[in-house]
């Protein structure tokens, strides 16, 4: 439980329904900021609000409406950009796989869950994860965009899948009927989750 600390702070970020992140340990006050979206300002008076040493800036992936506000947050805070190379080459911090982002008293893991787009990660602590366009409540990112893979998209997912079932989920946007939830939840209500195969999710996702 050496992660139970972090607080996650849940912003709504755009008009295409974006959500951003602040992630912060209590005890310390650093935090990372993840996905600044259209209103980057948000996140800026949320690190005020708490008194937070930014220490990164996190991407899930390269979308445009995710990453406009990276500038307004590194100018402002000189937080380094961490994010997977397939997607953003020039970030301060390559990740993948297995990387380990250490926050105060706690550890954030990279899982590298390619599919929406090449570079897409979700942020894992022991209990929650931050999705980005991968996973959503009740719904799965695209995958018929430029660099979408259809296939691994059903491979990460199988990966989220088996986290436990109380690990709670903060996706990319408010596309569900409540802004978070939980991997058992979306086992039991999510249609993309619950395809028993590769055929029949690429029949969902992409149209048969
Ligand atoms: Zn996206």
Sequence with gaps: ??????????????????FSYLIYCPKTLRGAAVDPSMRPELLLDAIK??????????????????????????????AKLAAHPADMPTADILLAEGSEIVLGEGTIEVMHTPGHTPGSVVFKTDQQIITGDTLFVSRCGRADLPGSDVVALYQSLQRLKKLPEETRIYPGHNYGPT?????GWELKNNEYLKC?????????????
């Design 49 to 78: 609000k708490h008194a937070i040493q930014l220490e990164f800036l996190l991407n899930t992936h390269g979308h445009a409406d995710h990453i406009s506000g990276n500038k307004l947050i590194l100018d402002h805070t000189g």
């Design 179 to 183: 802004p978070t939830s939980t991997i």
């Design 196 to 208: 028993p195969d590769l055929q029949s999710f690429t029949t969902l996702r992409l149209g048969g």
């Design 1 to 18: 439980m050496k992660n139970a600390t972090f607080k996650i702070i849940q912003l709504h970020a755009s008009e295409m329904d974006n």
